[in-house]
């Protein structure tokens, strides 16, 4: 099993350009999160996701937009990159709700830079 | 609104130190709570978690935590630190049957040979 991939590792963006985040899965997991680091931050919720075909937001969902159309897949897209969004950005997916105990896995994370 | 406080934000070591760090958390309900480990250049690993019963909660590699509910913490240790501890420690906490997960801002912990 590959677990949670993300694509790409690197990214450069000029402020105003747009760019989608891949996430996939292949472990079945109903639930997959995006999430941003930031140093001294931790990681905050972008959005998340309960099963295919639902998205809901998180902590900090301004600036970005989500869809998963299929299970196994949780794309993030920013329509107008800013600086402020400069971060790595990790996908992470779980069988069940945080809530019920269950373990979130974490793809290797984007380290994207907006200039 | 739920939050978690780590105190320490990076702590040095020298190997075979013994090793506690922080977490508490806000939240007046039932709570899930978690330990995940970041190895340099590596995604968030899970160390271990609380979800119901001994308050005393093994991982890997030789850490364990105590949930003190009257203290609202969930402090992890581990008696004798390795090199190959170095990395980034996250608490984090989900409250209620639907909740997401809510991170620390994470501790460092370097360990000197």
């Known amino acids: 099993n590959a677990g949670v991939t993300q694509t790409p590792k690197f990214r450069v963006l000029k402020t105003g350009q747009s760019m989608t985040l891949l996430c996939a899965q292949d472990?079945?997991?109903?639930?997959m999160y995006w999430y941003r680091q930031d140093p001294g931050m931790g990681l905050r919720l972008i959005h998340y996701?309960?099963?295919?075909?639902?998205?809901a937001k998180g902590e900090v969902p301004d600036g970005y937009n989500v869809s998963r159309l299929k299970k196994q897949n949780f794309l993030l897209g920013l329509e107008s990159a800013a600086p402020s969004q400069t971060s790595v950005y990790f996908c992470?997916?779980?069988?069940?709700?945080?809530?019920?105990?269950?373990?979130?896995?974490f793809g290797p994370g984007t380290r994207l830079t907006v200039t | 609104a739920q939050s978690v406080s780590q105190h320490n934000h990076h702590v040095i070591l020298s190997e075979a130190a013994s090793l506690e760090l922080g977490c508490n958390y806000s939240?007046?309900?039932?709570?899930?709570l978690f330990w995940y480990v970041q190895y340099p250049g590596q995604h968030l690993q899970l160390l271990l978690k609380?979800?119901?019963?001994?308050?005393l909660v093994k991982g890997i590699k030789g850490f364990e935590a105590e949930f003190i509910k009257s203290k609202f913490s969930f402090n992890l240790r581990k008696p004798s630190v390795q090199w190959s501890d170095t990395a980034e420690y996250f608490c984090?906490?989900?409250?209620?049957?639907?909740?997401?997960?809510?991170f620390g801002k994470g501790t460092k912990l370097s360990v000197k040979p």
């Open positions: 992470a997916s779980s069988y069940g709700p945080s809530g019920g105990g269950y373990e979130q896995y």
């Open positions: 472990m079945n997991h109903e639930y």
């Open positions: 996701s309960v099963g295919e075909g639902t998205t």
């Open positions: 939240y007046g309900g039932t709570v899930n």
């Open positions: 609380y979800f119901s019963g001994d308050p």
């Open positions: 984090a906490v989900s409250g209620g049957s639907q909740g997401n997960l809510i």
